[in-house]
């Protein structure tokens, strides 16, 4: 980046572990988007370097003072939504303790309901215990389905197709860009009421139901009827 610098006018940086050696040794303004969480430390040498700040979330960056707060995007454009019924519940992300996916399951068996799993298990140990023990156990192949990988076009058709994401988060994220990819396809968001969600969706009645109740979202599932998919999209 710094060998090619006079070709830029700003450089936009995406990775904070070289954001603060970068903008040290760059003669043109530099931003960095945060991308994760960041310590007090951390976040004070990258403001001695003069770079731009910017969080994705109020609730990602806490009380950094952060130069300004600009959320994840998606290409709504070139998303293609649907506003048939779905016939499926859809769960997408890392099999792990932080995306829920073994509440997403419970949530499917509560309200009788097929449920597609879209994500990879991962090679960490923690991840293959997690897979075996919470996941594993309940796929059958019928109601609760694993499928890990698929490409972008694909995955944007299972969204289509399905009733609700089911994206019931356990710990703080920064910007999901799931459930935002989901309503651009007219499809309805279940989900829990953690960071930044609540944050996220904060007026978004018929089309996304926060709770932490695994009960009320199963409840939910149950009526597909009462969520409007064109005030998803």
Same mark, same amino acid.
């Given at each position: 980046?710094?060998?090619?610098?006079?070709?830029?006018?700003?450089?936009?940086?995406?990775?904070?572990?070289?954001?603060?050696?970068?903008?040290?040794?760059?003669?043109?303004?530099?931003?960095?988007?945060?991308?994760?969480?960041?310590?007090?430390?951390?976040?004070?040498?990258?403001?001695?370097?003069?770079?731009?700040?910017?969080?994705?979330?109020?609730?990602?960056?806490?009380?950094?003072?952060?130069?300004?707060?600009?959320?994840?995007?998606?290409?709504?454009?070139?998303?293609?939504?649907?506003?048939?019924?779905?016939?499926?519940?859809?769960?997408?992300?890392?099999?792990?303790?932080?995306?829920?996916?073994?509440?997403?399951?419970?949530?499917?068996?509560?309200?009788?309901?097929?449920?597609?799993?879209?994500?990879?298990?991962?090679?960490?140990?923690?991840?293959?215990?997690?897979?075996?023990?919470?996941?594993?156990?309940?796929?059958?192949?019928?109601?609760?389905?694993?499928?890990?990988?698929?490409?972008?076009?694909?995955?944007?058709?299972?969204?289509?197709?399905?009733?609700?994401?089911?994206?019931?988060?356990?710990?703080?994220?920064?910007?999901?860009?799931?459930? @935002?990819?989901?309503?651009?396809?007219?499809?309805?968001?279940?989900?829990?009421?953690?960071?930044?969600?609540?944050? @996220?969706?904060?007026?978004?009645?018929?089309?996304?139901?926060?709770?932490?109740?695994?009960?009320?979202?199963?409840?939910?599932?149950?009526?597909?009827?009462?969520?409007?998919?064109?005030?998803?999209?």
């Amino acid at each position: 980046v710094l060998k090619h610098q006079e070709k830029f006018d700003v450089i936009h940086l995406h990775a904070q572990s070289s954001a603060y050696a970068i903008a040290k040794g760059s003669h043109v303004p530099c931003i960095v988007t945060l991308h994760s969480g960041i310590s007090k430390e951390d976040f004070g040498q990258m403001k001695e370097s003069e770079l731009t700040l910017v969080g994705l979330t109020h609730s990602q960056v806490g009380n950094l003072p952060v130069d300004a707060i600009i959320g994840n995007g998606i290409p709504t454009a070139a998303i293609s939504p649907s506003f048939k019924a779905g016939k499926y519940l859809l769960a997408v992300g890392r099999l792990t303790t932080q995306k829920g996916i073994g509440q997403a399951i419970s949530i499917a068996k509560k309200s009788n309901k097929k449920l597609i799993i879209i994500g990879r298990i991962g090679i960490s140990e923690d991840r293959q215990n997690y897979f075996k023990e919470y996941i594993e156990p309940h796929i059958d192949g019928k109601q609760i389905q694993l499928i890990e990988s698929v490409n972008r076009e694909e995955i944007y058709d299972y969204f289509r197709k399905a009733s609700f994401l089911v994206f019931p988060i356990m710990s703080h994220e920064s910007n999901p860009l799931v459930p @935002m990819e989901a309503l651009a396809c007219g499809t309805p968001v279940l989900g829990t009421r953690v960071a930044p969600l609540p944050e @996220m969706f904060p007026q978004s009645e018929g089309a996304v139901l926060l709770s932490n109740d695994l009960e009320e979202l199963a409840e939910a599932a149950d009526h597909p009827e009462r969520f409007d998919r064109k005030t998803a999209r």
